[in-house]
């Protein structure tokens, strides 16, 4: 369902993955290791993310970790469509 509504596979793994975990900062090797994706492609939809505010991103010892940006105007519908299509999954 989420592949449907995103513009990309990449993308809607990276919402899902961030709105699942809205607690976790994860580094860009653990996302591509984690979503079985190709770095470039995960390289660009993360800027995509974060240029569109759904995700921030900060540097912590040599590494940019990324997480859900909880002031995203759409944070609590995004969160919703999440759930909603994983209980649909089941």
Known sequence: MLK???????QAK?????FRNPN?????REIVRTLNE????????????????VIKAENHNSKKYYFPNRDFYLYSELRDIIFKTAQRNI
Request: charged share 25%.
């Open 4 to 10: 449907d509504l995103f513009a990309s596979k990449t």
């Open 14 to 18: 990276l919402i899902e993955m961030f």
């Open 24 to 28: 976790r900062k994860f580094y860009q």
């Open 38 to 53: 190709s770095l470039g492609g995960v390289q660009y939809e993360l800027r995509r993310l974060v240029n569109l505010g």
